[in-house]
Structure formats: C-alpha cells, structure tokens
C-alpha cells in the first residue's frame, strides 16, 4: 500500500493524447491544493487483449508512455488485467484504489467505464467515493475540430496519412523508436543512406508515403525523410520504415531509433532510374528541411 495519500487517474492511457494529459493535469491540481501524490494507475496489458484476444493497434510504445509519464512528474501503478477483470466496481474500488493505492481522489474521464464487463460508470464511482470520503473530478470532453479527442479518431488520421491532425491531438509528434536493422544498402548508392526499421506487431501503421519527420539520435533532432511501405522502386522489399537523416553521418545498426512524422509528403511511386529517384529525393528533402525549420519547439505540439 502506497504510505502517502494519493490522486489517482483512471482511464486507458494508450495514447496518451490530449484528454488522457488532462485526467493527469487534474491530479497535479489535487495535489497543489490537498498534497497528495498524483498516481497514474495503468495495466499491463490493454483490457481487450485479455478479453477478446484483440486489442485496438498502439499508436504509442509503452517505454515512451512510461517516459513521458514520467516527465509529468507523477509516479505510476502498473496492475495486472487479469486480477482486476472480473472484480465488481465496489472490489475494484475497496481493493485496487483504497487497499492498494491508498487513494484520498479519483480523476477520471466523462466516459470512464469500470468493473466486470464495464458494469459501471460515473455514477457508481461517485456514490462509492461519497461512500468513502475521496475525492472526485471528472474532467469533460477535450475537443478538437467539434468532436471529442480520442485514440480512434488519432488512429484514423493516422491510417489515413493526416499526421498534423494527430499530432495536435496527441499534444506532441506521433513517434516510434525501434531498432534499426540492416538493409541493402541502396541509399547510398545515390547519395541518401538511410536508417531501416520495421514495426512491432499491433503498432498502428502509417498510410504507405513519404513524410517530413524528425529523428533523433543521442538528444538531438535532426529534420529526416520517412518512407513508410515497400520502396517500389526495387523489387522484393519488405514492409518497413526507411529514413534518410539530413545532416548526419554514422553507424546506428543495432540501436533503438525515435522517430517522429511531421507530415505526409507523397504517395509510394516507382522511378525507372536511380538519376529520377534521387532527384525526387532531393525534393523530398528540402520540402522536410522547411518543415522542420517551421515546426518549432521540442516535438510538444
């Protein structure tokens, strides 16, 4: 049991995006006003993994959740799905967030659904933190363009290449870091070597195209040029990410990679030289050099 009393937050947090900040933004405010320490509580696995065998594609890793997380300032709880499924909404209460978390305040979304099959909503958390004495703030609907923000709609744009529309509703850069693994080498054939990954399984994919991006190795930001597909322009590719960093030369075979895309610059297309190729991605890449001189900031949208 956690000593201090704390302000819980309750919600999936897949995503991370704007709505998820402001569940964690109303626990600063209990802290500010009662001292007690923002939790963020979080689960091992998303719920419908456990409970269909599916869960909706990431559109955030979990070590960058946890590192963002962690830049708020609050501490996080992880609990296992599968000891919390089939609790009541007054055990999930009694066991999860009195025994375990010691909570002195709850916040949560307008929509948070808790207990066994998601049996209960805003009322029954409010009956059972009158019941015991915590507090309750229910943060309403962010909006963005007349609608709620949510991880659907984030997915969506991002499917469909609408990458400044995520972003803005993320509050930050849709990002991935993964290893690079080793390619053909081809890049630098026409002078643009270039970084290859390949996505982790149930990770959102991008619209197949070529994007503005930002990639950053060791603490730096450089502007870069993504193609997410299979480089039609040579034959046998597999699925993956292909970025060319503008500006840096060196070896990062083996490392974890961050990734970050700005927007979407063209769809996939097949040159019939390397002459024609190149060209275009010496377009492509003075487009992604403007972008990333106009984008400003860290990445925090």
Same mark, same amino acid.
Request: aromatic share 8%.
């Given at each position: 049991?956690t ?18 900040i ?19 509580l ?33 501490g ?7 000891e ?17 978390l ?10 948070? $659904?808790?207990?066994?099959? #998601? +049996?209960?909503?805003? &009322? /029954?958390?409010?009956? =059972? ?34 990458i400044p ?14 290893t ?7 890049g ?25 991006s ?16 299979? $480089?039609?322009?040579?034959? #046998? +590719?597999?699925f993956? &990410? /292909?970025?060319?960093? =503008?500006?840096?030369?060196g ?51």
């Amino acid at each position: 049991m956690t000593e201090r009393k704390t302000a819980v937050t309750l919600g999936s947090f897949d995503g991370l995006h704007k709505g998820h900040i402001a569940v964690i933004a109303c626990a600063f405010e209990m802290q500010k006003e009662h001292g007690l320490l923002p939790l963020v509580l979080l689960f091992d696995k998303h719920p419908m993994l456990t409970v269909s065998g599916r869960a909706p594609d990431m559109i955030l890793q979990s070590a960058l959740r946890d590192e963002l997380i962690a830049k708020t300032g609050a501490g996080k709880r992880i609990v296992p799905f599968r000891e919390v499924r089939n609790m009541s909404c007054r055990e999930f209460f009694e066991k999860i967030l009195i025994e375990k978390l010691n909570a002195g305040g709850v916040c949560c979304g307008w929509n948070y $659904r808790f207990g066994k099959n #998601n +049996e209960g909503g805003i &009322s /029954e958390l409010t009956a =059972l933190c009158e019941e015991y004495g915590v507090m309750l703030r229910i943060t309403p609907p962010v909006d963005f363009g007349g609608e709620p923000v949510s991880s659907t709609r984030i997915r969506q744009a991002v499917e469909g290449g609408d990458i400044p529309l995520a972003n803005a509703m993320l509050g930050r850069e849709f990002r991935y870091r993964l290893t690079v693994v080793d390619g053909q080498h081809r890049g630098r054939l026409i002078g643009a070597p270039t970084i290859n990954q390949r996505f982790d399984e149930g990770f959102v994919i991008p619209k197949k195209g070529v994007y503005a991006s930002v990639t950053v190795v060791d603490g730096t930001e450089y502007a870069s040029v993504t193609n997410i597909g299979l $480089r039609p322009s040579f034959e #046998n +590719e597999d699925f993956r &990410s /292909e970025t060319c960093i =503008l500006g840096f030369s060196g070896n990062l075979y083996g490392q974890e990679i961050e990734v970050r895309l700005l927007q979407y610059l063209r769809d996939e297309t097949k040159f019939d030289s390397l002459e024609k190729l190149s060209e275009q991605i010496g377009r492509d890449a003075g487009k992604s050099e403007e972008i990333f001189r106009n984008r400003g900031g860290n990445g925090d949208v």
